[in-house]
């Protein structure tokens, strides 16, 4: 069992940022893959992007650029720092993390096999 605490989330005025952090249980954070999605109200869970085993990362097209997601494995925590705010981005964010081999499928959902509870996002014009 894997539990993730996601924290970090905030009112921000646009064109501000936020780093966001997601904590991890257990000695086993440095097998992990490491995702970010997002969810805005009506809309669908959305990928935002992962870090992998090795720290290389990997971003939707609509949020390279602006999103830097990093990892410290002594901490258990994976972190998603967000500049250049857009109220576009105000989401529910979550965490999730995956232990699987491939990484061809790790924009899916379904490739994560653990969920936190999220962190709001909310950014003014």
């Known amino acids: 069992q894997v539990q993730l605490v996601e924290s970090g989330g905030g009112l921000v005025q646009a064109g501000g940022s936020l780093r966001l952090s997601c904590a991890a249980s257990?000695?086993?954070?440095?097998?992990?893959?490491m995702g970010w999605f997002r969810q805005a109200p009506g809309k669908e869970r959305e990928f935002v992007g992962t870090?992998?085993?090795?720290?290389?990362?990997y971003y939707a097209d609509s949020v390279k650029g602006r999103f830097t997601i990093s990892r410290d494995n002594a901490k258990n925590t994976v972190y998603l720092q967000i500049n250049s705010l857009k109220p576009d981005d105000t989401a529910v964010y979550y965490c999730?993390?995956?232990?699987?081999?491939?990484?061809?499928?790790?924009?899916?959902?379904?490739?994560?096999?653990?969920w936190g509870q999220g962190t709001q996002v909310t950014v003014s014009s």
């Open positions: 257990g000695r086993a954070f440095n097998t992990y893959a």
């Open positions: 870090t992998m085993r090795s720290g290389e990362a």
């Open positions: 999730a993390a995956s232990s699987a081999l491939a990484a061809g499928y790790l924009a899916r959902r379904d490739y994560y096999a653990y």
